[in-house]
């Protein structure tokens, strides 16, 4: 057995369940014995997981499988995201793609459970009393038409940008004017999934998003750090951060047990 052979046979089984996140996974020797290879190639094979995050190697303690929910991701993917500048302009384009195709899959795909949450979140919206809470309120909302669509890979990718999507959404929340023309869209979008108008979701969806286009000014094309920089010295109050709202966001989230859309 060869090191590529040794690393798809232990990527089948991770990928299956067999070897279930968290696992902790046998020692070189004992791979080495099982599989009749080297131990130079069982490091190889697991140098390879590593490679591609299936597995994480703890130093004195072994290979353990990662997890591999889509926040488990979002973390390390957020981190190129910052590296690499990203700005709203690039965000909006993203999410334009992405959020589109959720709200048009969840006007024929979406569970009455499904447009209760949409509908609940735009209650709590209505009804935040701050703008951290209507941040809160309007990534659920979003979560919530990505759940909607049930498709995994469209959850685990606005999973990844989730973190950006908070500090932009501070940025919209406290310019008037982008509220005012954006926020109104939330129960179209709803309506449209709601009544399973497929076409009328997408689009409400994609005028929602173009709002920022032509209102950011000069912050479109400015880094999101930079923006939620400004926009969080402003309206966090002290001691508080902003991984504490995307911590009430995931328990958000894991309450009603379903996954990431805005």
Do not use: W
């Not at 299936?54 to 929910?69: N, Q, T």
């Amino acid at each position: 057995m060869t090191r590529a052979t040794l690393s798809a046979t232990l990527e089948a089984q991770i990928v299956s369940g067999r070897l279930a996140a968290g696992m902790k996974l046998p020692s070189e020797r004992q791979l080495a014995e099982r599989y009749g290879v080297s131990r130079p190639i069982v490091r190889e094979a697991l140098r390879s997981l590593v490679e591609r995050d299936l597995v994480e190697i703890k130093p004195g303690r072994g290979s353990y499988v990662r997890d591999g929910r889509p926040a488990a991701a979002a973390g390390r993917l957020d981190a190129l995201y910052r590296r690499s500048q990203a700005t709203p302009r690039d965000l909006v384009e993203a999410r334009t793609m992405l959020e589109c195709t959720a709200a048009e899959l969840a006007a024929q795909r979406a569970t009455p459970e499904d447009e209760a949450a949409i509908e609940t979140a735009l209650f709590g919206f209505d009804r935040a009393g701050s703008i951290i809470e209507r941040a809160r309120f309007d990534m659920t909302f979003h979560l919530a038409v990505a759940r909607a669509s049930h498709n995994p890979v469209i959850e685990t990718m606005f999973g990844s940008i989730t973190a950006l999507t908070v500090e932009l959404m501070l940025r919209s929340l406290s310019d008037p004017d982008v509220t005012r023309l954006s926020v109104p869209y939330h129960r179209q979008i709803f309506e449209g999934i709601r009544d399973r108008e497929p076409v009328r979701a997408r689009t409400a969806m994609a005028r929602h998003l173009a709002v920022a286009t032509s209102l950011y000014g000069d912050d479109y094309d400015r880094s999101i750090e930079s923006v939620a920089r400004r926009e969080l010295e402003q309206l966090l109050a002290p001691g508080v951060t902003l991984d504490d709202l995307l911590a009430a966001v995931g328990a958000e989230g894991r309450d009603d047990d379903r996954t990431n859309c805005r």
